[in-house]
């Protein structure tokens, strides 16, 4: 919601806060970067080279935290153990920098409102705000992606989902989110939004088609944590060594994990996978489900709801984006995947769940 956005910093704020609270020096602010945030502000920060002396400068991500998650101080702890686990287990993910003012391995500090430029806050909201190391790279949404290099992120998700079975957080095992697909019926309010009967009977029939095959199989489901927003914006990367490929360098934006069944991740980066062909999403993302497929074990409850699931995905991503079209018009980030979630989810359906099993069994082994 609009009222759980963070205020506005200015550059110049910014970079006042970050040198005084990070042993992070010579900061230009006008080189400073507004980036794309869901609920949170995210500024690019690159540390200057001073003197003659050859160096390679640093660069980092300030986060400043929505009003909500600022109020649960151990959600940025389990944040922080994730991201170190991830980074350590699986692949290069962004790391919580520690301030000089607080506590060894506490990472996050208060913001003061004299910072925001906006001064509509209520005197008791407080925010909160992080420094994370830059992870470089470009998002895979803006490459184009070969059958080998979809294999690659298909192979990245299994690992991620057979690695995350081992950590735990008590926090993210008590967090309820509407997008985690465990609670996907907690959306079926916001089909009221579509006023095309059509488009609301399709929809209806994915939360029907949830209850019927998904919802009693769920305590067969593997658990473990989740990423829970495997997007192409989330996942980052360079150019391989012959300059004509791409391969994975990073992962990033773990703020909506949560424990819960590990399929999902799979599921969900299936989807947006699938949004960047939008003509034909089911044959442009076989390599990536063989790759996963042939890294991260499904059982036969998993695999025979994986159609749903993708289904499911692509649902929430229409609904929450046409919702938020209607509160917030002017913001596009948050409205972008409207148009290509209803496509896709059109194709999906149209297409028989047996063909698409059968597509998707057919990649097991083969690469």
Known sequence: MTEFIPPVISNERVAQIVQAHYTVSHIDPSCIKLLYGYEDRNYYIKEMCTGTESCSSKEYVFKVMNQKDSKFPDFFDALS???????????????????????????????????????????????????????????????????????????????????????????????????????????????ENVTVTEDKQMLESVFKLYIEHVKPKLTSFKIGAVHND???????????????????????????????????????????????????????????????????????????????????????????????QITQPDNLCRTKSLHKSYTVLKVLLSTPKQEVDKMWRQTLKSV
Not at 298 to 310: A, K, S
Request: glycine letters at 4%; hydrophobic letters at 40%; charged letters at 20%.
């Open 81 to 191: 153990k994730l991201m170190f686990f991830i980074n350590a287990e699986v692949l290069n993910c962004s790391l919580p920098v520690q301030p000089v003012d607080v506590p060894e391995g506490r990472f996050i500090i208060s913001l003061k409102k004299s910072y925001m430029l906006e001064t509509k806050m209520k005197k008791d909201v407080t925010y909160v705000g992080f420094l994370l190391t830059y992870v470089p790279g470009v998002p895979i949404s803006e490459v184009e992606c070969s059958p080998k290099f979809l294999y690659s992120i298909g192979e990245f998700v299994g690992k991620l989902s057979t690695s995350l079975q081992k950590f735990s957080h008590l926090y993210f095992e008590a967090r309820c989110l509407c997008f985690d697909l465990k609670h996907f019926l907690d959306n079926k309010l916001l089909v």
């Open 230 to 324: 495997l997007n192409c914006d989330n996942l980052l990367c360079v150019k391989g060594s012959d300059q004509n490929s791409w391969k994975l360098s990073g992962v990033i934006d773990v703020m909506d994990a949560t424990v819960s069944h590990s399929v999902f991740d799979g599921a969900v980066c299936i989807a947006f996978l699938m949004m960047k062909d939008c003509t034909n999403p089911l044959e442009y993302t076989v390599p990536a489900v063989s790759g996963y497929l042939n890294n991260y074990s499904l059982n036969d409850e998993e695999f025979d709801c994986l159609y749903y699931l993708v289904a499911a995905r692509l649902t929430q991503s229409y609904l929450h984006a046409l919702n938020n």
